[in-house]
């Protein structure tokens, strides 16, 4: 589990010592009782953050089935946190990731779609390389007819510090093959978009 979920590939003493520069730089005692133990808990922290840096999406998007499935298949709402590549703070809200089997009718797992969004979500990021990561790995591993990605999220870069917006949702799409035709792209749009 500790291999898979990356904690082995980052190398957390190093997260350690740069933790505790920043806790002098802004001048905090790291030595006080409550931060004696913070790098070790941020080191920690930051390998599953930063987990898929080191993992590969064959792995995940190689269980697949052939049930002859021929039609959308769409998971909405799958929650996801990531980090923003420019000022190393959380950017969080859902995916929808749906795709149109190709012809020999091969699906994958559901949770493997999840599980694909969680993967290049951890990983230092910005929002519209995260959409397209998730829609070029169901291309390359699933051989659909069609793929739709989208992904509203809220960054704390501007809720929480600069512009200050808390609440603006940055909305992101990829659409790849056959769900770039109109009529396509509208269904599955309103399927996305409807609250049931
Ligand atoms: N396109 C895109 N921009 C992002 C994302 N996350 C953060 N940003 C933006 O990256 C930009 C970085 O701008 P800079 O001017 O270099 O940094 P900054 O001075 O901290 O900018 P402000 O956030 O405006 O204070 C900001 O406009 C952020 O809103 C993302 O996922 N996609
Ligand atoms: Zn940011």
Same mark, same amino acid.
């Given at each position: =589990? *500790?291999?898979?979920? #990356?904690?082995? *590939? ?11 520069? !920043?806790?002098?730089? !802004?001048?905090?005692?790291?030595? +006080?009782?409550?931060?004696? @133990? ?17 993992? $590969?999406? *064959? ?7 052939? !049930? ?7 998971? &909405? $709402? ?14 969080? #809200? ?11 009718? &091969?699906?994958?797992?559901?949770? &493997? ?14 929002? @519209? ?18 793929? !739709?990605?989208?992904?509203?999220? @809220?960054?704390?870069? =501007?809720? =929480?510090?600069?512009? &200050? ?16 035709? #109109?009529?396509? +792209? *509208?269904?599955? %749009?309103?399927?996305? %978009?409807?609250?049931?």
């Amino acid at each position: =589990m *500790a291999e898979r979920d #990356g904690v082995t *590939a980052v190398d957390q003493p190093r997260i350690e010592a740069a933790v505790r520069e !920043i806790l002098l730089a !802004i001048g905090e005692n790291p030595d +006080r009782d409550g931060l004696q @133990e913070t790098p070790a808990r941020v080191a920690r922290a930051y390998a599953e953050f930063f987990s898929g840096l080191h993992e $590969d999406a *064959a792995d995940i998007l190689s269980t697949t089935f052939d !049930i002859g499935h021929s039609e959308l298949v769409l998971v &909405k $709402d799958i929650p996801f946190y990531s980090t923003c590549e420019h000022h190393l703070v959380p950017f969080h #809200g859902v995916a929808h990731v749906g795709y149109i089997p190709g012809d020999e009718g &091969k699906v994958t797992g559901l949770s &493997k779609l999840a599980r694909t969004v969680d993967l290049f979500a951890r990983r230092p990021q910005v929002q @519209e390389r995260l959409t397209t990561q998730v829609a070029e790995a169901l291309v390359d591993h699933l051989n659909p007819l069609g793929v !739709i990605v989208v992904v509203e999220a @809220e960054h704390m870069c =501007m809720s =929480m510090r600069g512009v &200050k917006k808390p609440g603006a949702k940055t909305v992101t799409s990829a659409v790849r093959g056959a769900l770039r035709d #109109g009529a396509t +792209r *509208a269904e599955a %749009m309103s399927l996305i %978009m409807s609250k049931h």
